[in-house]
């Protein structure tokens, strides 16, 4: 049992991947403000975009996580994710992709159920 209860809290490669180029990108823009330099604190917050687009790309690719808790033989950061390719429900970043849970259903695929979305 983790400090959270028997929760699963996401622990996914693109979690870990993106907290951590973002981290390494506040820690130059932060570098960049104490030495007043205005190209170093553009370098930070671009790194702080690739963050996002990474982990973005690597939620798309299967590596992420759908909204809501996980059964619990999934909570391994190295479980891969199917049913990413058809996205998730009430996910933000499968939408921006253009891909519906909606549009899985329409077709006869199954459509990942979480646990507590509401519909």
Do not use: Y
């Amino acid at each position: 049992m983790s400090a959270h209860g028997d929760v699963d809290m996401g622990h996914t490669v693109a979690g870990w991947t993106g907290t951590s180029i973002g981290t390494f990108g506040f820690g130059v823009a932060g570098l960049g403000i104490v030495a007043a330099s205005g190209p170093v604190i553009a370098a930070g917050v671009a790194v702080i975009a690739l963050s996002v687009i990474v982990t973005w790309v690597l939620h798309l690719a299967g590596w992420g996580k759908p909204s809501g808790p996980r059964p619990a033989d999934q909570w391994d950061w190295r479980v891969k994710d199917l049913t990413a390719r058809r996205g998730h429900p009430n996910c933000v970043g499968c939408r921006i992709a253009g891909r519906r849970a909606v549009a899985a259903a329409e077709i006869g695929e199954p459509v990942p159920e979480t646990v507590g979305a509401q519909l």
